[in-house]
């Protein structure tokens, strides 16, 4: 796949290859930007081998948002699960921390190195904290 296919969204998929986005690629940065990203990886990184489908990181990442704003309504979960099938999850993918398959709807943490899954468990317990 050539970059301008990457960029163009034309893909989901991380590449299968591990190949994250290395700390001088602007994409890192860019995926990590998100409040809701990073709780998404850490969802994914509390357990690695467990691939979950957008439904569910939906239903958490909801249930989750709610705990700071009120009650979570059925508007709100569709919210969150349509912003991540078009534009959390290929974000998350093009970066290579995740791979998305958008047939399925499956989502799997691909590898990613210890300082980066370390900033993402740091940053999601520092918000907790606030």
């Known amino acids: ?6 960029r163009s969204g034309q893909t ?16 890192l940065y ?19 081998d467990h691939d979950r489908t957008v439904e569910e990181l ?15 309504t059925p508007d709100d ?3 969150v699960r349509i912003g991540l099938r078009h534009a959390d999850l290929p974000i998350l993918a093009d970066s290579g921390l995740i791979d998305f398959d958008p047939e399925t709807g499956t989502v799997t943490l691909e590898p990613i ?5 370390a900033l993402v468990r740091d940053a999601v317990a520092d918000r907790r904290d606030q």
């Open 77 to 79: 979960y569709n919210d």
């Open 113 to 117: 190195p210890e300082p980066v899954a």
């Open 1 to 6: 796949m050539t970059d301008p296919e990457k």
């Open 58 to 72: 939906a239903a958490i990442l909801t249930g989750w948002e709610a705990t700071t704003g009120g009650m979570a």
């Open 30 to 48: 860019r995926a990590l930007a998100s409040t809701r990203r990073r709780r998404l990886l850490y969802v994914l990184l509390a357990d690695p």
């Open 12 to 27: 989901c998929s991380g590449g299968g290859s591990g190949d994250v986005a290395g700390l001088a690629d602007d994409r």
